[in-house]
Structures are given as C-alpha cells and as structure tokens.
C-alpha cells in the first residue's frame, strides 16, 4: 500500500513538472508516435472438428458421443481444442502484430508491461491457449527465469462464458430478441429450401449423417442449420489436416461452404440487431479511445485511473473498455467476430466465411491536433486491410468525433433492456439511431403485486431451465 501511494505521488509530481516544463516524457505516447493506441478483435486459430456428431443425428438424444460416419480418423488433439498448426497461425498473427507496433518511435515497448497490454479471451480452451500463441509472437522476448527461456508469460483475462455478454453477445441468454429473430429466420422456407430442393444433395446429407430423408425433411430449420453447418466444420477440419475422403464426399464441400454462408448471413443480417449483439464490444473500443485521448491531453482523472484503479490488484479485468491501454487483444470465436461486424454494418461474412484467426483491428491515430480511427480486416490467409463502412461514413478511416458519434446513434445505452422481449419494437428512425418502445399497458401491470411475485417465481424457474440448456448446448454454439 505504501509502494502505491509512492508511486502515485511520484507520477503526479512528474505530471506537474511535465506540464509546466512543456516535457512529453510521463505521457505514455510521445508525440512522434503515429498511433496511439489498437483495440484487437480476432478468432481463435486452426482446431480440431468442434464436436461429434448432434444427437439426433445418431437417433438417440443420449449419444452425445456418437460420430458422423465420415468422422473415421483420429484427430492431433481432442474435439474443438487448438491443434498445432491453430497455434502457428497465432504466433504469427503476433509476430504480424510485432512488426506493426514493437519498436523505437512505435507504439509498444520491446518487452511485456501490463500498463501497455491487455489481454482478454473466452472461458474456452482453444481460445484461451490461441492469446498465449498470439502473446508469444508478439513478445518473443527473453528469458524470465530458468527453465523459461524465450517465453514471456502474458496474463489472460477471462470470465465464466455463460456470463460473457462483451463477446458472445449474440447468445440467447444475452439478447432474447435477437436469438428469436435469427430462430425466425433459420425456421424459413428460404433456408430449408436451400438445404433440401436438391435431392441429390438431400440423398447425400442423409448418407454423410446417418439421417433419413424422411427425418431431414420433418426436421425443423434450426436442427437442419445444426446439421449441415456441423458437417462443413467437420470437412472444413478435415481438408486442414490433410484427411482424404472419396469423391462422393468431397463433391458437396462446395455446397457446404455457400449453405453455411447463406445461413450465417440469414441469421446475423436481421435489421438493426447488429447493435445490440456487437454492441457491448463496439461501446467497449469506444471507452478504450477516449480514455486513451484523456491521457493524451493529461487529464488529471485519466491519469489517477490508469495509475490506480486500471492496475490495482483485483480489479484490472477492465470490462467496459475504460483504461487506456495501448493495445488491447480480445480472443474469441466466429461468432465474435459476425457480432462486431453486424455492429459495424459491414458485410457479415467473407471468402471462407470467417476463416481462423480472422480479425479487426481498430486504431487510434494522431494527425497533428486531430485523432483519427482506423478499422482493418484480415485473418490468417491475408494479412490485415482497410475495411471501410457506415462506422466511417462509408470509409474505412475518419475523426474519431465521427466514431463515437456512430456508436453513440446506434448503440443503445442499456443493451440488455433492448435485448428485452419486454421491448415491444425495435426501429431504426433517419437518423440511424435505435429507438425502444414498450407496450402501454406492461408498467401498468407491474404497478400489481401478483406480477411481481410471479415474475419472481418464474425468472427463478426459468434461470434454472436455461443453466441446464447451458450446460447441454454451451459446444452446440461456440466454435
């Protein structure tokens, strides 16, 4: 506690003396450095299939361990972890992320410092070990101790994944509308027609999973989405590894890969839903770049929290994006990356639909007297470009007064209230800005006792029933 104090008043006296002598050496971006600071979005590299075959694909909703048939060889690591190559593909995105921002006059220092970087990921394996990969591209470094040569370790932050509304806000526990207008929209004719017009393909699907015909076509949409898009991910794996299969299989990859992109842009493409599943990530880059230009210009409470509350032991987890690190890297799945995009309102998917370590990169730059944001895209088959879109007013860099104007139009100011199914319409006016209404008579009958208690009595009920679903289809969703 002493040493915390001392270094506190040591930075503030530095600042005082800094200001007065017209010295730029307390402030963490001195003001030859371009950019000051990246906020890092990206997938998770190369894995194994994600799961065995879906249940009802075996005719028993007990076999959870049963395989498809062509599932017949044996995987370098265990279903839906990070294989080798994954790692690979993630050290170089650091070593990628090294070359951009280590060095003299760039914007991080050679070695790890926790003031500069931060790491968070999901509560998943593959994606978990995928930040360590990226970490150790990034910080090659030196040796800390013996028996660590050449490793740096870098914390990775993380939370409970049924809990993780930052980056899995697409899921049903986290926006209820959103998941009942992508069920709407996987239960169509477009996409069950798209699945089973052609009977050849319909013949083969039932082949590929052990499905009757008559059972796919008594299917509803979501189970047939379940089914194809898990035997893309399978072929998707297998083409990866190298695992030959015969013609006869090898002849649909092509439909896999245009039915899964169909259904992922059916599913992310409701209008004016982008806001609200990729927009706690969005409002989180937001935080991160004004609490950046704060300190920029030495604001004295950006200063005090980014010595104090951002670093102090126990609360440097950093959710809502508001201490200025230099970069911030979230690691996360596909469905990370359509939430941010469907936020951004650029195109949902692209070639491959979303391939591993597929990324955005937001950048904050200086220009003079002015702050510019920068949005760049890629993954681990090409290194990151601009991508431009409505967050810029159709380009891919403008002011960062701009961007947090966008953010501020579309993104709502409580997201779980406008997730609510309690939110009778959700509307986009000129302005682009999401607009909440409620039905008339719900406060009304929540002035009532009896709908209170029972509101109670079945939020109690129905938190049970979806920890139970949670824990049966957690790997039924994340990739």
Known sequence: MMGRCVWWLVSVSAFVV????????????????????SVVFHRHGDRAAQRTAPAYAAGDRQSYNAKFPIDDQEWPVDYGQLSGLGALQCRNFGSY??????????????????????????DVDRTL??????????????????????????PVHTVPYATDALM???????????NRAATAALNSKTIRNAILSDSKFTSSLALLSNVTEDRL?????????????????????????NMTQPESVTQWDSTFEDLTTQITNAKWGSRHMGALVGGRALRAVANRFKATVAV?????????KMNEECNAKGSDSDEDGGCPRKLAVYTGHDTTIFDLRAALGVNITVPGVVPYVSHLIFELERDGKKFTVKLLAGSFLEKAKPLAGP???????????????????????DIDEACSLNIEQLS????????????????????????????????AVGALLISARLRRARYNRID
């Open 168 to 178: 899995d806000g697409s899921a049903s526990t986290h926006c209820p509308r959103f």
């Open 97 to 122: 992320l090294r070359d951009r921002y280590v060095g003299k006059d760039k914007l991080l220092d050679e070695n790890y410092n926790h003031y500069e970087t931060h790491v968070r990921s999901t």
């Open 391 to 413: 967050f810029c007013g159709g380009k891919s860099t403008c002011s960062l007064e701009n961007f947090l104007a966008y953010v501020e139009k579309t993104v709502p100011k």
């Open 428 to 459: 986009t006016g000129q302005s682009g800005v999401i607009e909440t209404t409620t039905s008339s008579f719900v406060p009304q009958l929540l002035k009532t006792g009896f709908i209170i208690v029972a509101a109670i009595v079945l939020g």
């Open 217 to 241: 076509h008594a299917m509803q949409g979501t189970s047939l989405v379940s089914l194809v898009t898990s035997l893309r991910d399978l072929r998707l794996c297998q083409r990866a590894h």
């Open 129 to 154: 070990v995928s930040s360590m990969a990226v970490m150790a591209g990034l910080y090659p470094g030196r040796s800390i101790a013996p028996g660590f040569d050449g490793t740096v370790l870098v």
């Open 296 to 304: 920029y210009h030495r604001e004295p409470w950006a200063l005090e």
């Open 18 to 37: 800094a200001s007065s002598a017209g010295d730029d050496s307390y402030v963490p971006w001195r003001k030859n450095k371009v950019i000051l600071g």
